[in-house]
T-cell receptor
Framework: EPEVTQTPSHQVTQMGQEVILRCVPISNHLYFYWYRQILGQKVEFLVSFYNNEISEKSEIFDDQFSVERPDGSNFTLKIRSTKLEDSAMYFC????????????FGPGTRLLVL | GDSVTQMEGPVTLSEEAFLTINCTYTATGYPSLFWYVQYPGEGLQLLLKATKADDKGSNKGFEATYRKETTSFHLEKGSVQVSDSAVYFCALSSGSARQLTFGSGTQLTVLP
């Protein structure tokens, strides 16, 4: 069964460093999302992306964050200058046709900012 | 804004016990409702969903009914198994991009 994959599974970085989290969507999926879960807290929506544009973003998704689909397969989340409070599990999700479809989640990337 | 309130955990049950995890929501418009499950070390998997009032979602013996009058979507299973041990998340989708709003998750442990 096709699945969403994410790399790396774990990343440790120093505060102020840039990180790029990668997601490979299911091949025929067109709608993409990033969510994050700070340890012990709820899963929170960050951003949705369709047709090479951001569709919606939350208050969390400030100027330090960006997303892109650089090569037609990967979907990336970049954090330009990481802060301690960016430490969290980051989940990519994708859906097939439109925003009403079920979202399929990847296994997540655990980011630790020191 | 939209929100989901989920039963506090953790929940510990014996195998074959009856399970209920409560979920209530606040939303504008007509959200779709979901239960996702997260097994240890894995991502979120869709367990079941309901897209309109009075719909019942079901999968793997789990059920939940979309109750608009009580704004609830409680998860039930008649006889849990050890393999059901996981974290269960209630969620709703809304907004133009149908982004998911999650509850806080309920850790379920089933003992043999």
């Amino acid at each position: 069964e096709p699945e969403v994959t994410q790399t790396p599974s774990h990343q440790v970085t120093q505060m102020g460093q840039e990180v790029i989290l990668r997601c490979v969507p299911i091949s025929n999926h067109l709608y993409f999302y990033w969510y994050r879960q700070i340890l012990g807290q709820k899963v929170e929506f960050l951003v949705s992306f369709y047709n090479n544009e951001i569709s919606e973003k939350s208050e969390i998704f400030d100027d330090q964050f960006s997303v892109e689909r650089p090569d037609g397969s990967n979907f990336t989340l970049k954090i330009r200058s990481t802060k301690l409070e960016d430490s969290a599990m980051y989940f990519c999700a994708t859906s097939i046709r439109d925003f009403k479809e079920t979202q399929y989640f990847g296994p997540g990337t655990r980011l630790l900012v020191l | 804004g939209d929100s989901v309130t989920q039963m506090e955990g953790p929940v510990t049950l014996s195998e074959e016990a009856f399970l209920t995890i409560n979920c209530t929501y606040t939303a504008t418009g007509y959200p779709s409702l979901f239960w996702y499950v997260q097994y240890p070390g894995e991502g979120l998997q869709l367990l079941l969903k309901a897209t309109k009032a009075d719909d019942k979602g079901s999968n793997k013996g789990f059920e939940a009914t979309y109750r608009k009058e009580t704004t609830s979507f409680h998860l039930e299973k008649g006889s849990v198994q050890v393999s059901d041990s996981a974290v269960y998340f209630c969620a709703l989708s809304s907004g133009s991009a149908r982004q998911l709003t999650f509850g806080s998750g309920t850790q379920l442990t089933v003992l043999p």
